[in-house]
């Protein structure tokens, strides 16, 4: 008998892209795949072509850990990444797809007065603009996640930590297929193996691209490229704020009692989660050094290993099975960028660190209504690209976890 999900699900066909779309979009990772997604079903727009030059979320979709949460540290951030959280709530319902959604709640432990202070402040503005979140005393920590070491090894003692319900994971891969499908099944095309190899400009407007398969005309362009958004950027001879570093992330063999929340430390820059299959996955900071790298490096696991473990002993027990490595786009501010460019026709999403996973429905809606409309929606708008110019940056490092 067939299975309902595989008569529904739509196959990549290969075919050579058409001379001309409305749309283009650079980048078949979460963020384009949502665009593209948004635009035909929100606004009518189908005729788009989503480039990628590997296979779609290939790129940091596919090399993230996959947490999902709203518990920013400014206003603006906090309703977007709020926003995000209620789409991913109800995308599986929308999509007819099984995400592996599930909503664990989130522990931001702080280690020292300064740090209570920090997280008393987040709980206040998350609350005042829209995200569930509290403070809670270590005694509540330890009903919340008994597996927490309050005193931190004695070396670095629980003090508090805010506490978010409504944080989740998904299935990232599951995430970008739905989009994918979604997508294709309302007419847009999605190329895989095509990558862009330079912008056609005319007037100093952005009028298509150049591809080995040919170029292709579009009224609008798209830069979702992640930490390669720069070089699309130069080809329109555009300098962006944006410096790309390696994030890398591991999982270790399966752990049989039942891990509940996401843990992380801000103090620590580390932070956990159980997967479907009970392995523990974690990561850390990202690397210093700028690079396009995906190497992985014994120094990682290294110094993740040793605040994993203080934190929470049991880990100690455990074995490393696979680790691997991201590309972070990293702006300025800690904060993301959606915006048109002053270069005509070209339109950016990029900027989103090591924070990219959980915005990918909001980000890939407010993108879709900028493009179909040409204003930002109010969600997006205060992250335009010419905020740098305007000194009206949105600095949040605070909130990013990983720095």
Known sequence: MTNPDQERRIAFEWREPRSAYDVVIVGGGGHGLATAYYLATRHGIANV????????????????????????????AVRFYQRSIELYQRLEEETERDLMHRQKGLLWIAHSEPGVRAERARAAINTAFGARTEFVTPEEIA?????????????????GATYHPEGATA?????????????????VEVHQRTPVTGLRLDGGRVTGVETPRGPISAGVVLAAAGGHVTALGEMAGLRLPIRSHPLQALVTNHYERRFEPIVASADLLFYVSQTARGEMLMGAEIDRQPSYSYRSGHHFLQYTAFRAITLLPFLRDLRVLRQWTGICDMSPDYSPIMSATPVEGLYLTTGWGTWGFKAIPAGGEGMAALIATGEPPELIAPFSLDRFAKDRTLADRGSAGTH
């Not at 979709?61 to 949460?69: H, K, M, P, Q």
């Not at 299935?171 to 007419?187: F, I, K, P, Q």
């Open 49 to 76: 072509a989503v480039l990628e030059r590997s296979y779609i979320g290939s790129g940091n979709s596919g090399r993230n850990t996959t947490v999902i949460r709203a518990n920013y540290g400014i206003p603006e």
């Open 171 to 187: 299935r990232h891969d599951r995430v970008v297929w739905a989009y994918a499908e979604g997508a294709m099944r309302h007419g």
């Open 143 to 159: 009903r919340i996640c008994p597996q927490v070491d309050l005193s931190g090894g004695g070396i670095w003692p629980v003090r």
